[in-house]
């Protein structure tokens, strides 16, 4: 039996037995068997809710909507061909598959990241289109295939993708990428100590990271921008890793640099070959600190009063006696400025996160947590620059 039902602009057709099927303005509601027609085209308008079959789906199915969207229920359903034009947000609070093609077409679509195993799946390799920093999956998506995979990933308007290789997909690989400090994440049980890491390393990324789960063995590529503040971990590229936060040892580990493309701002960084299941997160390391000549300039400043990177140091600096430090905001504006900085750089007065600055921002004001630049004077020779980043 063939049922056709007239949305607005749009045809559904199912095959269907032993149904209890409910339409209405709220939602679409199947509690039965639902299967879309090879020929069928469907557009949901409205709220899905699926507590029956519906995953033997041909043809296409579209979510369209100028507002957001839910899929629910208790099973997950699975469409041939789907595109996604739904303007704020796709919600998923059960899994969707995809078992052919995929199209972004305007939104989100929003995962619950407390809830990894709700996630868009591709299926048999299921290619999509259309994905940017306002279209992509916020939260978890996940491969099942046998071809190289580019997880479509992001954090709220910022998309970061993850790539895996074609044996890593073969048992289901699932990923989501998090804008956010691993010391504080926020949906995870546990901190990534930023501090704890083994030898070979000197620093790893506090400001994202992401969660990679499989079994079997694949290389990952992770991609940064300038938002990555990769200048914070090293001044050449050479020097950058990828890291892990190893299950059993409890720290972060160097997974390699396999091959890398790009620039401090924007670029890509492939790790040697790893099981990910052995690493609840990853993110960028540095396998050096960043030197500058005879200087050595720690790039990062926690001011919490633990005795560690609680001012900016640069070491070194006393051979140059004839030195004035200036840092500025990312307006440009002048948030400090002190001569002689090596007398005073492990003390009170040395930066941490305090303006001192002449104009514009008030003296002794608290400067929230970011990425500042500074510019180092040093009599006789060329001005060395670079960003430090203030973390609260």
């Not at 078992?99 to 799946?121: M, Y």
């Not at 300039?297 to 001011?303: G, H, L, R, Y």
């Amino acid at each position: 039996m063939i049922l056709t039902y007239k949305f607005p602009n749009c045809i559904l057709l199912f095959f269907f037995f032993n149904i209890s099927l409910i339409i209405s303005q709220e939602a679409f509601h199947n509690y039965g068997n639902v299967q879309i027609h090879s020929q069928g085209n469907i557009g949901f308008h409205v709220d899905v809710i699926n507590n029956g079959t519906f995953d033997q789906n041909m043809g296409q199915t579209g979510f369209y909507s100028q507002n957001s969207l839910t899929v629910s229920g208790s099973n997950r359903p699975v469409f041939h061909d789907m595109e996604i034009d739904v303007v704020d947000e796709l919600l998923l609070d059960v899994s969707v598959g995809v078992a052919n093609f995929q199209e972004f077409i305007s939104g989100r679509v929003v995962t619950p990241r407390d809830q990894k195993d709700i996630a868009l799946d591709y299926i048999n390799d299921a290619p999509y289109i259309g994905e940017d920093d306002n279209r992509h999956v916020d939260g978890y998506s996940s491969i099942t295939g046998d071809l190289d995979f580019t997880f479509p990933i992001g954090d709220d308007f910022r998309l970061r993708p993850m790539r895996i290789t074609s044996q890593g997909a073969t048992n289901t690989a699932r990923g989501a990428y998090f804008f956010e400090n691993p010391n504080s994440p926020n949906n995870f049980s546990q901190i990534f100590d930023t501090n704890s890491f083994e030898d070979i390393l000197y620093g790893v990324s506090i400001f994202e990271f992401w969660d990679l789960d499989g079994s079997t063995e694949t290389q990952v590529t992770l991609t940064w921008d300038d938002n990555s503040n990769i200048p914070t971990l090293v001044n050449d590229l050479a020097d950058l890793r990828v890291v892990g936060w190893d299950i059993n040892l409890g720290q972060w580990v160097n997974l390699g640099n396999a091959g890398i493309t790009g620039n401090l701002d924007n670029g890509e960084i492939t790790s040697d070959t790893i099981i990910p299941d052995n690493y609840a997160v990853l993110t960028f390391g540095s396998s050096s600190r960043v030197l500058d000549g005879d200087l050595e300039v720690f790039t990062a400043v926690s001011p919490n009063g633990d005795g560690f990177n609680d001012t900016f140091i640069i070491q070194g600096l006393t051979l140059f006696p004839e030195n004035e430090l200036f840092i500025y905001n990312r307006w440009g504006v002048l948030v400090y400025q002190k001569e002689k900085y090596h007398e005073v750089q492990e003390t009170s007065n040395g930066f941490r996160g305090i303006s001192e600055g002449r104009v514009t921002v008030a003296q002794k004001e608290e400067l929230p947590a970011g990425t500042y630049y500074y510019v180092l004077n040093i009599e006789g020779t060329k001005d060395r620059a670079g960003y430090i980043y203030v973390n609260r």
